[in-house]
């Protein structure tokens, strides 16, 4: 069980101005999938970052099986189980694919093992084994490789930042299939896309008033469907 | 042969005691051992201290192992190396230097490396220095390497600096003929308040002419590195030039890359990069559960891969 409280961020513009990203979030996330959904700019990201410890927050704390994490390492949270999956995959000169997805097992991988971790995202490994984690692959190939080494370091919290972003729409259903896998941890996706959505066990709204609303999905689904301005992307897309 | 002979020589050049094919095993300035065969001779200078290495035409697949050790102070090791590639050759050359030093005396090696490759030859030069050692004697590499590419012929040159080395002053000269291409890939390691200078200079003179020079650096400590190249594009050719440094503590690397179109038909290109690990890399190595010095180790060593 992760559990946020009274969570809050706050940055300064370049006038100095203090402005809340997060204010007063308080969030459950159990076994299963949570998507998170909302507006551009309405925190969803910084959320994630909160929770994988790469920024702290200003106020409030995170809760992991009852342990205070707030003040935890980002090293020390992966090695508790917490995995994320950028919304902008790192790029490195040099580290090949494999070498990635060793470092992400903390273990040397056989060829069966990288296909096994690479198959899942719909590559072959013999294309991408050797290949470094640079520009020459393309956004999508990034983006895979990204979700390969969550699913090669495994754990017990996953942190995927839109990672439909840039995977064609065929592969979707795979994607899916990869996500519900995971079922039996603590799953929390921001998403904007509505196969994601129907997915989720559980649905939290974003929204620019931070106000966040969390729901199981029918729940949500209907408030979406209801109008207002959380039609934005479901109604577009009925 | 003792034991630090052959660590010198598993980490310059993956030997593990005497090479097959043809060598040359040169130790504290004197030939330690030799083959010479009927495709590749190694016969000694007569005017002055070094080898001339003759591949015979048409000869493919074979390597040449030409190392170097220096295991003691106060000896400055001068040689001239001479390689003659016959036309339509195909051969690998293993080359490369380790120092040992435990005196206060410097150890320093001087490699004056000439390549002649006639019509069609191709050759992968790998040159690797290291130098290890408690003493308080500097352990320095001065190598000039030399490169005449006839029409069609490919030369590709990995050389890495692996660490230890107190100062190296490498220069590089080519000059690319028509339908030739030089490509050069050079890794960089500096630590503590070592010192290394790397300057290219590249003609490419001869239509269809290529160069694609890709310098890899990392300096740590109180390091200084300057990387500096020259390439002059004197005909329809293609040149690229690369200088991407990774500084950490107070280290200093100095790019300085020039490229001269002489010819309007000439194609030159040059990218430069200087900076510290991208904090991004760290935290993406952290969350799969490295530390912050694990992270940047596994950075630094795909970097320099």
């Not at chain 2, 050049?13 to 040169?26: C, K, M, Q, T, W």
């Not at chain 2, 007569?46 to 190392?67: E, L, N």
């Not at chain 2, 010095?293 to 795909?302: F, P």
Request: proline share 2%; with cysteine.
């Amino acid at each position: 069980m992760l559990e946020l409280k009274q969570i809050g961020y706050t940055v300064k513009d370049e006038t100095g101005k203090k402005q809340d990203i997060l204010k007063g979030v308080n969030l459950t996330f159990g076994k299963g999938i949570s998507v998170i959904t909302g507006p551009n700019g309405s925190g969803k990201s910084t959320l994630i970052k909160i929770l994988m410890g790469f920024e702290k927050p200003t106020s409030g704390s995170i809760l992991f099986d009852g342990e205070d994490i707030t003040g935890m390492s980002v090293t020390d949270r992966a090695r508790k189980g917490f995995t994320i999956a950028f919304q902008q995959p790192v790029r490195f000169k040099g580290i090949t694919v494999k070498k990635l997805l060793e470092l992400a097992c903390g273990t040397k991988l056989d060829t069966d093992g990288m296909c096994e971790c690479l198959s899942a995202v719909g590559l072959c490994a013999r294309n991408y084994i050797d290949r470094p984690v640079d520009g020459t692959l393309s956004g999508g190939e990034l983006k895979r490789i990204e979700l390969a080494s969550a699913i090669a370091k495994g754990g017990e919290v996953f942190l995927l930042d839109e990672p439909e972003a840039g995977i064609d729409l065929w592969s979707f259903e795979d994607l899916v299939k990869v996500f519900r896998k995971l079922h039996d941890k603590i799953v929390i996706i921001v998403s904007h896309q509505q196969r994601i959505l129907e997915t989720a066990d559980q649905i939290v709204l974003f929204e620019n008033d931070k106000v966040i609303t969390a729901g199981r999905k029918e729940e949500m689904f209907e408030k979406l469907s209801q109008g207002r301005p959380l039609c934005w992307r479901i109604g577009q897309e009925n | 042969m003792d034991k630090i002979d052959e660590e010198l020589l598993e980490t310059i050049a993956d030997l593990h005691g005497v090479p097959e094919g043809s060598f040359n095993i040169r130790k504290n300035g004197k030939l330690l051992a030799r083959n010479s065969d009927s495709d590749v001779e190694i016969v000694s200078k007569k005017d002055k201290d070094g080898i001339d290495i003759i591949v015979k035409p048409g000869v493919k697949g074979k390597s040449v192992h030409i190392p170097v050790l220096l295991t003691v102070g106060d000896f400055q090791d001068l040689v001239y190396n001479d390689f003659y590639i016959g036309e339509n050759a195909d051969v690998t050359i293993i080359a490369g230097c380790g120092i040992h030093n435990d005196t206060c005396g410097d150890a320093v090696h001087d490699g004056i490396h000439t390549f002649h490759l006639e019509k069609n030859a191709k050759v992968r030069y790998v040159e690797r220095h290291y130098a290890n050692g408690d003493g308080s004697g500097k352990k320095e590499f001065m190598p000039v390497t030399k490169i005449f590419l006839k029409e069609r012929s490919s030369f590709t040159m990995e050389s890495t600096q692996l660490g230890g080395v107190t100062y190296t002053d490498r220069k590089t000269f080519a000059t690319v003929g028509k339908d030739a291409q030089l490509i050069v890939k050079e890794k960089i390691l500096t630590d503590g308040d070592e010192r290394a200078i790397t300057d290219f200079k590249v003609n490419l003179r001869g239509k269809n002419s290529r160069a694609d020079i890709v310098s890899r650096s990392v300096a740590r400590g109180k390091s200084t590195q300057d990387f500096h190249s020259n390439m002059i594009g004197k005909n329809e050719c293609f040149g690229h030039v690369e200088c991407d440094g990774i500084v950490l503590d107070s280290a200093r690397i100095i790019s300085v890359p020039k490229i001269d179109a002489v010819s309007p038909e000439a194609s030159l290109v040059h990218e430069a990069a200087v900076g510290k690990i991208a904090g991004e890399q760290l935290l993406k190595l952290m969350s799969l559960g490295l530390t912050e010095q694990e992270a940047e180790d596994a950075i630094i060593k795909g970097f320099l891969h």
